[in-house]
């Protein structure tokens, strides 16, 4: 007998972002889910490599995989689909109880062309590419061009009306990119004379609207950002089609990742690929591709400045952060516990595989078990508290802290309780100012369960608590430590009361994962 597709169903439904007062969480077969994930390297989307993925992944303990699916391989000729990687794939994943996140390489990978079949990047004429001011052709493809448009979105439509088929019941895919990282590099926007003609034109009242302006052309509408403006105009209405034509076949949630702009230094457009999601036109996004769910930053620098102001650009009441990419070396692993504080639904490091591919200087220069061990130590912590902190998250009750590079004391203001956050002290005695982890590596996450009550975990750091702003003439005590495991069930387990030298300088934490209850009292 044939199992009917309800027998087959994990239940919950499709996975879905939900919002609500400016918080988002992720609910996976009608579960909140904490993606800790991993993205393998670019060219490890065949399937004689991936037997070469899953030890890495099994050693990172990932519950989520991001894996491309090429146009070029799935429609190398035009008009005939080919899925036998997608399914051998997600297989694979369900034999590794793993959720995928699939990537669509197609139109812009790092925005060029190199991943659309043969038939698409050798003919300009049908599919033209982007042109600079003075006429010059890049290797991008224009965003104007309704042939790639077509072309494209057919491709992506074939691409869900298969996983629809395959994945539809189970749910193992959880998350849709759709193209990656976007945008054209050497130019603020297309000057082909389709372009040209357009960005005289009126901005599209849609924009006007979410951008509280008078209407006009580009120039007089947005003066020096016009050039920037259009192009992510029309590279996100592009992608926003293709997102939707999708969705309308099968709605997984879905999203884009931006090679971003420095936060604290931008260049010009076009030093950083002018058109893409970075976070000075993530409103253009927004009013131009409502059907993609989120944009997503991918972190490579590993600055501490650098990275807390990209989570914070990019963590927004209409925006859930997703750290889509980050590098896998040491620097980076501390990071989630930032990203977690800021209200994240997902972290992925990239280029997660033993395939001995590698992104040096971007990442670790060998991707081995001892390199994965700092993300490792996260998600073995992490995991069983995933869909506890994905909920209190939601609820606004999350806090997290990640080491910086100089400053070695922060503090976290939990509303009536402060906690202040020490790196690089022994776990006994005071007095001495903290001098940092060398390197840095430490982190800490709070969330709030109760009245006066916290879940506290992290690594490598010291936490003491006070009486919040208004409280501080009242004396302090933690009342009670404990330190516990929960199941996989979300089922708290005693193991032991922390006090005496455990508790005296505060609760430090070392390379153990351990998870505290801390119940805070005055007297
Ligand atoms: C990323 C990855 C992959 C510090 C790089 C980052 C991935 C793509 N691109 O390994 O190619 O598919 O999304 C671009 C970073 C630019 C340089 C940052 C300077």
Known sequence: AIASASAMDAGGGIPRIVSEQGRHELLVDGKPFLLLGAQVNNSSNWPAMLDQVWPAIEKIQANTVAVPIAWEQ?????????????DTLLA???????????????????????????????????????????????????????????????????????LRQVDGARHTTILVQVENESGSYGTDRDYSSAANAQFAAQVPAVLL?????????????FGNDAAEYFEAWSIAHFIGQVAAAGKAVYP??????????DPLHPGPAGSYPSGGPSDNVMFIWKAAAPALDLLAPDIYHSDDAYYTAVLDRYSKSDNPLMVAETGNGQPYARYIFAALGRQAIGF??????????????????????????????NYRLLQPLGGLIADLSYAGKVWGASEPDHVHRQTLDLGAWQATVSYG???????????????????????????????????????????????????????????????????????????????????????????????????
């Open 425 to 523: 002290l022994p776990q006994f005695g005071s007095g001495t100012p903290p001098p940092g982890n060398t390197p840095p590596k430490g982190g800490v996450l709070i969330a709030q369960l109760g009245k006066d009550e916290y879940l506290v975990t992290g690594y490598f750091a010291r936490v003491e608590f006070a009486p919040g702003k208004g409280g501080e003439h009242r004396h302090f005590m933690m009342e009670r430590v404990e330190e516990g495991t929960y199941d996989s069930q979300g089922q708290w387990h005693f193991l032991r009361r922390w006090n005496g030298d455990q508790t005296d300088y505060g609760v430090n934490f070392s390379d153990r994962p351990q998870v505290l209850h801390v119940k805070l009292a005055t007297y």
């Open 92 to 162: 694979q994943a369900r034999q590794h109880r793993v959720h995928l996140v699939l990537l669509w390489f197609g139109t812009w990978k790092n925005t060029g062309p190199s991943y659309a079949p043969s038939w698409v990047k050798l003919d300009n004429r049908r599919f033209p590419r982007v042109q600079t001011r003075d006429g010059k052709l890049l290797d991008s493809l224009s965003p104007l061009a309704g042939a790639t448009l077509d072309a494209d979105r057919t491709a992506f439509v074939q691409f869900m009306t298969h």
């Open 348 to 377: 992925m490091p990239f280029g997660i595989d033993y395939t001995g591919d590698n992104n040096w200087p971007l990442g670790a220069c060998k991707v081995d078990a001892d390199a994965l061990e700092p993300f490792a130590m």
């Open 209 to 221: 609207q979410a951008s509280g302006k008078q209407g006009g052309s580009w120039s007089q509408v």
């Open 252 to 261: 997984v949630p879905m999203y884009v990742n931006s090679a971003l702009r």
């Open 74 to 86: 799935i429609e190398p000729t035009e008009g005939q689909f080919d899925f036998s990687f997608l």
